[in-house]
């Protein structure tokens, strides 16, 4: 489906999005990318959901991305014998092991690793910073804090250690069972939680074994900390503002999202800019001021994707969520100044083979009456890679591989097409020709830039660039389209 747009849209499924025809309006209006959140739902209803999306995409004939999100472990305190208190500033209250019910004094945290990695001065959060304790003296099962920011705290309520790395697996029992449900269904990406360091990495990339490419999601101070190697050994990168301005100091958010977007774009690597995007959309049909400008000054930044969450999945307007989206998104790049910002923003290029013809690719659409640039790619790295340059004109990305064609649904600016297999270059050509006029990017009379790689079908061979007249569809007629 051609979209008037680079950016891509992610769409969070659930009760409010949970039937084919909303679904199928959701990708209509907008979505590119839907995600299944494994936090809420059980493995039929999100089996459902995903049958449906691929329904859809036979159905349009048009390759959707799926991204399942795993939950994370979840740090939360225990029960409270009345069911909540209130902690005032100053006040003395302790986290233990302790299974009885809490009061105003103290508190059950069943999380043992927590107590071994505490210090005297740390900070627990609770209820998402809400609540704020310093700690004074801690053991092996116990941690005596003083109130800094009291409140009302209640019964299982969530935990933050922002000054601290837990001694915590990024992947829960539960996550290793969410994550093998979603390989063997079919998911093209997988959102890992809690990410702290690149082992977190290694092991999700391991139990997926190439079934998904696994995104990290960044929402930890010891995340922001080690992203290099996390980037590195990430397919993609989801910048979580939710929990990170909860561990963070809210005023650190902002250009810590610009540095891990700008990083993401230099590595070629798909990222998402996620929370609270259009939140008060979830009750009203019209986004405040305030959350235009912040999708706006995400797709400015130059991120790949802009997400939503309650908005499109337990929200009383989805389609209208979206539909927002989809407008703000389309009058940004319509700016001048975006155009501005994303070649001045436009890292050096890189010394391979690949980055030349890729780069030499945009430099001639930027100086000729190129329509668009076609690139035949089987691993999905050649698109990536042509994405990174930000050019003006579509890019087209040809493969064969339908998997290749589901991944790329995230990537700024590619629009997937399906061939046949392609084993001559000038068969290359051809099938490029007809997708961009079949398409609507170019007319017979135009031309386009096609880059690919021989021998065909291998990953890392991007080494031809032509400028082809699309009148060369034409040739080979007799055979079936490629």
């Not at 909303?22 to 059980?42: K, P, Q, T």
């Not at 702290?196 to 990339?205: F, I, K, L, M």
């Not at 391979?352 to 430099?363: K, Q």
Request: glycine share 6%.
């Amino acid at each position: 489906m051609k979209r008037d747009r680079n950016v891509k849209i992610v769409a969070t499924l659930g009760p409010a999005s949970d039937d084919y025809e909303m679904i199928r309006a959701l990708h209509e209006a907008g979505a590119d990318v839907f995600r299944l959140n494994m936090s809420h739902g059980n493995h039929s209803e999100i089996s459902a959901r995903h049958a449906i999306i691929r329904q859809i995409e036979k159905d349009l004939n048009c390759p959707i991305a799926i991204l399942a999100d795993l939950q994370g472990p979840k740090l939360r305190v225990g029960s409270f014998k009345n069911g909540e208190e209130e902690l005032v500033n100053g006040a003395d209250f302790r986290l233990d092991l302790d299974p009885q019910e809490g009061n105003v004094n103290r508190v059950e945290l069943p999380h043992p690793e927590i107590f071994q990695a505490l210090k005297q001065g740390a900070s627990v959060l609770v209820n998402d910073g809400k609540i704020r304790l310093s700690v004074k003296s801690c053991g092996l099962d116990f941690a005596d804090c003083v109130v800094v920011a009291g409140g009302t705290i209640s019964n299982r309520k969530g935990v933050n250690v922002p000054d601290v790395v837990l001694p915590l697996k990024a992947l829960s029992p539960k996550d290793r069972a969410d994550l093998e449900f979603a390989c063997e269904l079919g998911v093209d990406w997988l959102a890992l939680s809690f990410v702290q360091r690149p082992e977190d990495v290694y092991e999700a990339r391991a139990l997926a074994n190439g079934r998904a490419a696994v995104l990290s999601k960044i929402e930890k101070p010891a995340a922001v900390e080690a992203f290099d190697e996390i980037l590195r050994v990430s397919d993609g990168i989801m910048v979580a503002r939710g929990d990170l301005g909860v561990e963070l100091p809210v005023q650190a958010v902002p250009p810590i999202q610009k540095q891990l977007v700008r990083k993401c774009r230099a590595a070629a690597k798909p990222v998402i800019v996620a929370t609270q995007m259009l939140e008060s959309m979830i009750e009203s049909p019209m986004p405040t001021r305030a959350e235009v400008s912040d999708v706006a000054n995400s797709i400015y930044e130059g991120t790949d994707a802009i997400m939503l969450s309650a908005e499109s999945a337990a929200g009383d307007f989805p389609i209208e969520a979206v539909t927002t989206m989809n407008n703000v998104a389309i009058e940004v790049e319509r700016d001048p100044t975006y155009t501005n910002l994303i070649e001045a923003s436009r890292s050096a290029k890189g010394k391979t083979v690949a980055d030349s013809i890729v780069a030499a690719a945009r430099e001639i659409s930027e100086t000729t009456e190129i329509k668009a640039i076609a690139c035949f790619t089987s691993s999905g790295t050649t698109a990536s890679l042509t994405a990174r340059e930000r050019p003006r004109v579509p890019i087209i990305a040809l493969t064969s591989n339908i998997s290749t064609a589901r991944r790329l649904c995230l990537t700024w600016g590619t629009n997937c097409v399906i061939t046949g297999p392609v084993d001559r270059f000038k068969l290359a050509v051809v099938a490029a020709a007809r997708a961009a006029v079949s398409q609507g990017f170019a007319k017979e009379s135009d031309q386009i830039a096609v880059t690919a790689g021989v021998p065909f079908n291998t990953a890392g061979t991007t080494n031809i660039l032509r400028v082809a007249p699309c009148e060369e569809r034409l040739i080979y007629r007799s055979e079936p389209d490629i």
